[in-house]
């Protein structure tokens, strides 16, 4: 069983950066694959990142590619994702998944989930 909880979510303008945690609670969570979707008002949860449990695999959608960097600490049960040129259109909730195995950029490849923390990207 793996229990999410993430932060770092605000507000912040056009071209700035935050950077997202999830800190995990759970003895296994070294061979988990983590990944960060989100959602849009109005919009479906899409995949963001994901990164396999040895640190060495990661995956991005291509709206972040270049611009989002997704790391994991499994001695700090956390992980993380680095956000930077933050544009209006990532204003979404961001949510933290896990899964045993592989990367997966599907919402049904996750079997835990966090509660999401809020990212508003405006002027």
């Not at 507000?11 to 950077?19: E, F, K, N």
Request: glycine share 12%; with cysteine; proline share 3%.
């Amino acid at each position: 069983q793996v229990q999410l909880v993430e932060s770092g979510g605000g507000l912040v303008q056009p071209g700035g950066s935050l950077r997202l945690s999830c800190a995990a609670s759970g003895r296994t969570f070294s061979s988990y694959a983590m990944g960060w979707f989100r959602q849009a008002p109005g919009k479906e949860r899409e995949f963001v990142a994901a990164i396999s449990w040895i640190d060495v695999i990661t995956d991005y959608a291509d709206s972040v590619k270049g611009r989002f960097t997704i790391s994991r600490d499994n001695g700090k049960n956390t992980v993380y994702l680095q956000m930077s040129s933050l544009n209006p259109e990532d204003t979404a909730v961001y949510y933290c998944a896990a899964r045993p195995g592989g990367v997966g950029v599907k919402q049904l490849d996750y079997h835990y989930w966090g509660q999401g923390t809020q990212v508003t990207v405006s002027s």
